[in-house]
């Protein structure tokens, strides 16, 4: 330390105030990184949660829609399912089934870009739940599909009697469709709400 005390004391005061912006430039860089951090945390849940939460709205309309499409074909038996009223709302409801399974996919790629992102242990659990609820949705929709085909064919038949053997299997999808997308609709929200939450942190 000798050094140091032989220093003119205006050499000391210069050593002094250097080492005071040293340490103030290491705490701004410090700072200016955390900020940066702040800031792509805050774009990425911007950039993947509301168009995911969009995504699920959408889906969620287009599948009532087209169970109520399909509840309006359920009404036309024997010669009635031959005239043009029930060929327009067919083509209707075929047409729902492609804007369904469009809207699916969309909303199953919007989650896999929320998986891409890092998030809080909070967060990343309300995704694994709405994942669940979304894939279980795709498979109760998968089986509608079927099932719808199966009654057109029965209706534009005219064997109405044959729906009989359809409609257990169809009461069961629906109530399990009811239950699905309520959850479905309940943990899309609880994921856009904690991550509105972890937003509000960064903020």
Known sequence: MNWFINLRTKYKLFFGFGIVIVFLLALTGIENLQSNRSLVQYESILNTQIPLNQAGSDVMNDLMRERVLFGQLLNY????????????LKEQFIQQQRKVSIALARTGHQLDNVAREEFSDE????????????????????????LAASVLAVLESGNTQSLSGLRASLDENTMAFYASIDLFGYELKNLFDVSKKQLENIE
């Open 123 to 146: 967060v990343a659990s309300s995704y694994a739940n709405a994942q669940k609820q979304y894939l279980k949705i795709s498979r109760i929709h998968e089986s509608f599909q079927d």
């Open 77 to 88: 038996t024997g010669l009635t399912a031959t005239g043009s009223d029930f060929t327009d």
